[in-house]
């Protein structure tokens, strides 16, 4: 940790790719680290393997919750879509450089650089279009490594991502990776990377089975990153008056998990009105809940919004705490 990684083009199996041998390096190193119990918990990967759960609006007020402890807090967005420059307002500005820094870092070898602080305490790297090249320099390192026979280098393709975010993991009190849902490569850097993965979930077929997708990578991840723990589902988009109804989906999404990992008892209501005029204002709903001049109905609507996250932030504070406590256990 805290050392730059560098990578160098060359020409393995006829392709352009990164050379891994920092990349060995620097997984070798956190492996070690984590074997004498001296590597703290503070990476939370936000995914599911289906879009459309929330996971863009969730990371990003999440993120500023956290802040608001006085946390020191990275959003790393690994999406092409780039929304968090909506939900953060920072469109057209120079905080959003559609990817390029994260590009950069994990091609070029260049250090992970957040383009700016997007909101007091909260730095981002965002995600957008530069992506791509990243996406397509996995799937040449993942072919690659299938054809070695050394099980180092098979695994190693995966950690790219947690070289790169080791490199600046000490400035930070909580870095959060907000991953692409149908991306499998990009989902397996970002769960390497972690140590505690979220997963927002609605009630539908669809989001539930993008549930059990993750807990199948998250099983092929923690061959790297032993650490690895299932933080929790946040059931999201939820008619916060129907409890029963709230009910019968926490039994459900805990019968899919089978006792992996909790169904946290903060939720996220589900207000159309609040969410598209946060993302049309690029406002989070902490910020738009203190507006005087919004219209009351809307006002009160986003204030209930904004109590959700403060809440989740607090639920997920506590959660990582049983973790480490249960791992100071374990070790005793």
Request: glycine letters at 8%; charged letters at 25%; aromatic letters at 4%.
């Amino acid at each position: 940790m805290g050392q730059e990684v560098m990578s160098v083009r060359l020409d393995p199996a006829g392709l352009d790719v990164v050379d891994l041998s920092e990349v060995k390096a620097a997984l070798r190193r956190r492996a070690q680290l984590m074997r004498e119990g001296l590597f703290p918990r503070k990476v939370l990967v936000v995914v599911n393997g289906k879009g459309g759960v929330g996971k863009s609006s969730l990371s990003t007020a999440l993120a500023a919750a956290l802040a608001k402890t006085r946390a020191r807090v990275l959003l790393i967005e690994m999406d092409e879509q780039g929304n968090h420059s909506e939900d953060l307002g920072t469109n057209g500005t120079e905080l959003a450089d559609d990817g390029m820094a994260q590009a950069a870092a994990i091609l070029d070898g260049k250090p992970l650089t957040p383009t700016g602080e997007a909101r007091p305490g909260l730095y981002v790297v965002p995600g957008g279009s530069a992506l791509e090249d990243v996406v397509e320099e996995l799937y040449c390192q993942r072919r690659i490594a299938a054809h070695s026979d050394d099980p180092e280098d098979q695994l190693a393709w995966m950690g790219l991502y947690a070289a790169a975010i080791d490199a600046v993991r000490d400035d930070y009190d909580v870095i959060i990776l907000d991953v692409a849902p149908g991306c499998e490569p990009l989902q397996l850097q970002a769960l390497v990377a972690g140590e505690m993965v979220l997963i927002p979930s609605k009630s539908d077929p669809s989001s539930r089975k993008g549930l059990r997708t993750v807990a199948r990578r998250f099983a092929q991840a923690r061959a790297l990153t032993p650490v690895l723990r299932l933080l929790g589902v946040v059931v999201f988009a939820t008619n916060s008056s129907a409890t029963k109804v709230q009910a019968n989906i926490k039994d459900q999404l805990a019968d899919d998990l089978n006792g992996a990992a909790p169904v946290l008892e903060q939720t996220i209501r589900h207000v159309e009105s609040a969410a598209v005029a946060c993302r049309t204002q690029g406002r989070l709903p902490q910020e738009m809940a203190t507006d005087p001049n919004l219209d009351p109905a809307l006002r009160r609507s986003v204030k209930a919004l904004a109590g959700d996250y403060r809440s989740l932030a607090m639920e997920v504070l506590q959660t990582k705490a049983q973790l480490d406590y249960a791992d100071e256990e374990e070790a005793a």
